[in-house]
C-alpha cells in the first residue's frame, strides 16, 4: 500500500485490455497503476504515459512482480502466457487478476487449480459476463426457482474475428490462443455452468472455415450436466458478416430464458408474451464495452474485506476444463468426461 492506503497495482500488458484494467484500478479509491510491464520498456513506457503517468515500467514480469509497491498483478498477454504467469504471481504473493482463458492446456489448469487452493492471496479471472446487470438478474430469477426446474441449458459465443481486430496476428494461431473454444467459447461454457452447474460429459464437432486460422473455427458440442439436464455449448470465430452473438438459452418445467426475454408461469400465470428485461448484458466483443469496473470494483472489496468474488480463479478453471474437453472431443471424435475439482 502507498501512503494513502490504497493497493497498488502491477499491470502486465499493454494492448486493449490492459487499457481498461488501468482505467478500472485508477478510478477506484482504494487502488492506483503502480507499475506496467510490457514486452518492451518502449511498449511499457508509451502505454503508462497514456493510462497511468506515474507508474514505473518493466520488460520483465519477475522484476515487476519483486517490486514491493504491487499488491496486486493483473495479467493481460496473449492466452499462452496466461499460465505462467498467473503462478508467478501467486508464488510471489500478490493478489491476481487473470484475464480469460485461465489456462489453455489440462495440465495448465491443473497447476492453476492447485497454486490458488494453497495459496492465500485473492483471485479474480476476467468472465467478465458474470458482471453484466442482466446475467447478474437471470441468475437470481434461476436461483429463486422463476422457472422451475431447469432441464436444458445453452450458450453460445459467435464472434467473427476480422483481420482488424487487435488481437488478430495471434489468435488465428493455436499454439497461442488454444483454439475458438478456449479462447471465446470459454465465455458460453462459463455462463451454462453460472446458471445451471457443473457439466459432468462432452461430445463436440467443429468444421474450419477459414484459411487464416490454423484451428477449427466452428465447434459445437452437446452436453450433460451433473444435475441431469442437457444442454448445447458453441463457438463461432467464422462469422465476419454478422454481428456480434452471446445467446444463452435455459428452459425449465416454470419457464424459459432466452436472452434477455423471461417467461414464467410460476410469477405470471397469466403471461402471454415474452417479458422483455431492459437492462445491459453481453452485446459486444468490444472490450471498452464489457463491465470491467464492476468485476475491478469487486475484486477490491474482495481484497479489503474478504468477500466472496463472482469467479475466481478456483472456479474459472472449472470452466477451462468444460472448453478443453470440448476441444478434445471434437478432435479425437469421442465423448468426454470432465473430472470433479475438490
Known sequence: ????????????????????HAAGFESNPNTYVAAVCGRSMDSASRFAAKNAPNAKVYDNLEDMLNDSAIDIMTECMPNYLHADSALMALQANKHLLLEKPAGITFE?????????????????????CRWEPLMINLKKLLDEKAIGDV??????????IKTTFASYNWIRQKRFAGGAMITGG???????????????????????????FDYMTTLS???????????????????????????????????????????????????????????QGPE?????????????????????????VRSDLMDAVKSMDVVIAITESAMTG?????????
Open 108 to 128: 495448465e489448469t491443473d497447476a492453476l487449480y492447485e497454486a490458488a487452493k494453497k495459496s492465500k492471496c485473492k483471485t479474480v479471472v476476467s468472465f467478465v
Open 221 to 279: 458440442a452437446s452436453v450433460k450436466y451433473r444435475n441431469g439436464s442437457v444442454g448445447r455449448l458453441s463457438a463461432c470465430l467464422d462469422g465476419v458478416n454478422y454481428p456480434y452473438q452471446f445467446n444463452l438459452d435455459i428452459l425449465g418445467s416454470e419457464g424459459a430464458i432466452r436472452g434477455n426475454r423471461f417467461w414464467s408461469k410460476k410469477l405470471f400465470p397469466m403471461q402471454e408474451k415474452w417479458i422483455e428485461l431492459p437492462m
Open 334 to 342: 469421442k465423448p468426454v468426461f470432465i473430472k470433479e475439482r475438490t
Open 1 to 20: 500500500m502507498d501512503e494513502k492506503g490504497r493497493l497498488g497495482v502491477g499491470i502486465h500488458g499493454t494492448g486493449s485490455v490492459a487499457i481498461q
Open 151 to 160: 432441464f436444458f441449458c445453452g450458450s453460445d459465443y459467435w464472434h467473427g
Open 284 to 308: 459486444t466483443g468490444t472490450v471498452s464495452c464489457h463491465p470491467f469496473k464492476n468485476e475491478i470494483d469487486d475484486f477490491v472489496e474482495s481484497i479489503l474485506h474478504d468477500t466472496p
Open 186 to 212: 470459454c465465455h458460453a461454457a462459463d455462463q451454462a455452468r453460472y446458471m445451471n452447474g457443473e457439466i459432468e460429459e462432452v461430445m463436440a464437432f467443429s468444421t474450419h472455415y477459414r484459411p487464416d
